[in-house]
């Protein structure tokens, strides 16, 4: 009897070790499942890191802004992106393509404002850095409304400010400047900021995938019906960004516009050839029919990959070789959206990263190969 409890006992300790056995590898399992699964989401999607044109709800206009940043308003006011709100509708060939399109308004509907524009609420009103809505959006039975209230603006460029204006600001106490604050504060503030939607151009990959949106047209029936260009197929970032609408008075509280050093510029060079693959790449994905479109962005595409592969063979870094199979798994073709948007997906990531690294000093390594492209990046008799 003795030894029949002894072996009963043993047989229950050993199917309990079994029970907690199974239940530990299944804990395990959903555990590791859930770290793959944000992993692949967190590695494919970076939501934030994507260029979108301005929520028309989140807008609070130039005048929240300017308070902080007139020197930089000064600038942008001479600037095509400036005069667009006065001069585009008047323009015949602006008003040929929406005649083609059947569009009544070049200045309402998302089809000219999500690159030309910036709108608010129709029934908004802006005081400080507050917009007030008059009457509610989205009533029943009703769409909402919305009105032009600038060209390309502020927020067009580095998102729209209602989430991440008050973080952006904030140096620390009512006596700390953006001059005096300190540098750790710096660093989480913009972290914080660029977390809840700011196009901060501390990563200077966010501000290139801000041109890109616009500068390679994603839009197949406004090239092939409208005959919209194909988007601005000369556009190289360096050149863009640092002529006419250069604008950096940050450090010095808007009293000089002061140029970038050879060391900012190599890494505007390096976003910009990346950047220029992912916006071919959505680009392409939105290709149903093999006309001009299709056609014009997929050369586009061909070129920005011979680009990214040339800056991978002169500088040796595992990212963009990263970058390079990314671009060369890709079958560029119509009808195509899923796995084009997933590799544009990618190199954003890529790209954010890599930009990161610009003020990075354990990247000191990148930072020396980079100077390898310097000959290749355009001149300031070349800025536009």
């Excluded at 308070?67 to 001069?87: G, L």
């Excluded at 709108?119 to 008059?134: I, R, W, Y």
Aim: hydrophobic share 40%; aromatic share 6%; glycine share 6%.
């Amino acid at each position: 009897m003795k030894t029949d409890s002894v072996s009963r006992a043993s047989s229950n300790l050993s199917n309990t070790k079994r029970e907690w056995l199974a239940l530990l590898l299944i804990a395990v399992a959903i555990v590791c499942g859930s770290v793959v699964a944000t992993a692949a989401t967190s590695g494919t999607s970076a939501g934030h890191h994507v260029a979108e044109p301005a929520d028309p709800l989140k807008v609070l206009g130039n005048a929240a802004c300017v308070k902080c940043h007139a020197s930089e308003q000064a600038i942008w006011t001479a600037t095509p992106h400036a005069r667009t709100f006065d001069e585009l509708h008047r323009r015949p060939d602006a008003s040929q393509i929406a005649s083609k399109l059947g569009l009544e308004s070049i200045k309402h509907g998302q089809r000219c404002v999500a690159c030309h524009y910036t709108q608010q609420p129709a029934h908004a009103s802006t005081t400080g850095d507050t917009v007030t809505l008059t009457s509610l959006p989205g009533r029943a039975g009703h769409a909402t409304e919305f009105h032009v209230v600038a060209g390309v603006s502020c927020e067009s460029c580095h998102g729209a400010a209602r989430d991440w204006l008050d973080a952006h600001h904030d140096y620390g106490s009512p006596n700390v400047t953006r001059l005096t604050e300190s540098a750790g504060h710096r660093t989480a503030r913009i972290s914080r900021s660029v977390e809840l939607g700011m196009r901060n151009p501390h990563n200077v990959y966010l501000v290139a995938q801000s041109c890109y949106r616009c500068h390679t047209t994603g839009d197949e029936e406004l090239v092939n019906v409208g005959g919209h260009p194909a988007g601005s197929l000369d556009f190289e970032f360096v050149s863009w960004n640092q002529g006419t609408i250069h604008h950096n008075f940050a450090t010095t509280d808007g009293k000089q516009n002061v140029a970038s050093t050879p060391h900012r510029l190599r890494f505007m060079f390096l976003a910009g050839v990346i950047a220029d693959t992912e916006a071919a790449f959505r680009a392409v994905a939105t290709a149903t029919v093999k006309e001009n479109y299709a056609i014009t962005v997929a050369k586009r595409a061909a070129r920005a990959g011979a680009r990214l592969k040339s800056v991978a063979g002169k500088v040796s870094d595992p990212r963009l070789d990263e970058a390079v199979a990314i671009f060369d798994s890709v079958q560029i073709k119509l009808n195509n959206p899923a796995q084009l948007e997933i590799a544009a997906d990618k190199l954003a990531v890529i790209g954010y990263e890599l930009a990161e690294a610009e003020s990075k000093a354990d990247e000191r390594q990148l930072h020396e190969k980079l100077i390898s492209l310097d000959r290749f990046i355009p001149d300031r008799k070349s800025w536009k």
